[in-house]
């Protein structure tokens, strides 16, 4: 049988779920996986991705929805997911990308109360039996590594 290492699944899920909002400390936090910092927003690495190289972009001020966001927010946002897409593309080569935003709880938003867009990395194949059968999703690579190659390709 072989072992799976995947430590910061056991503290993602022994977590309590009423977290301080991690949007809102990230950019406080000089330790982070802050990608690129902009105007009224930022990206961050998500601490716990489906694939190598899921990021995510969000606004600096603590929204939830679409309407909320002002237009320098808006175009802010959206210019930094094409700059990570291209910079992911650069350096982690996926066929395809998961871009979007879960809005609301129900549609499965961890921290509903802070809008936030997702960039997910997709290969082909990359999806199999794990997540279904095991609740696993399978990282090929450290998170700092894939972040110090995504930041390096950002211009």
């Not at 995947?6 to 022994?14: D, G, K, L, V």
């Not at 690495?45 to 190289?53: A, E, F, L, S």
């Not at 395809?96 to 609301?104: H, Q, S, W, Y």
Request: glycine content about 6%.
């Amino acid at each position: 049988m072989r072992n799976l290492w995947a430590p910061w699944r056991a503290e993602y899920i022994s977590k309590s779920k009423e977290l301080a909002c991690i949007f809102c400390n990230a950019p406080k936090d000089n330790d982070s996986l802050i990608l690129k910092r902009g105007k009224t927003c930022f990206s961050i690495m998500n601490r716990y991705p489906y694939t190598t190289g899921h990021c995510m972009v969000a606004p600096y001020r603590h929204v939830g929805n679409l309407d909320d966001l002002d237009e320098q927010e808006m175009h802010e946002i959206f210019t930094m997911v094409k700059e990570l897409v291209s910079a992911i593309k650069e350096c982690l080569k996926p066929q395809g990308f998961n871009i979007g935003c879960n809005l609301g709880k129900v549609a499965g938003a961890g921290f509903a109360d802070h809008l936030h867009v997702h960039i997910v990395p997709r290969w082909t194949g990359d999806t199999n039996f794990m997540p279904v059968l095991a609740d696993v999703h399978m990282i090929s690579e450290h998170i700092e590594k894939t972040k110090e190659k995504i930041k390096g390709s950002l211009s």
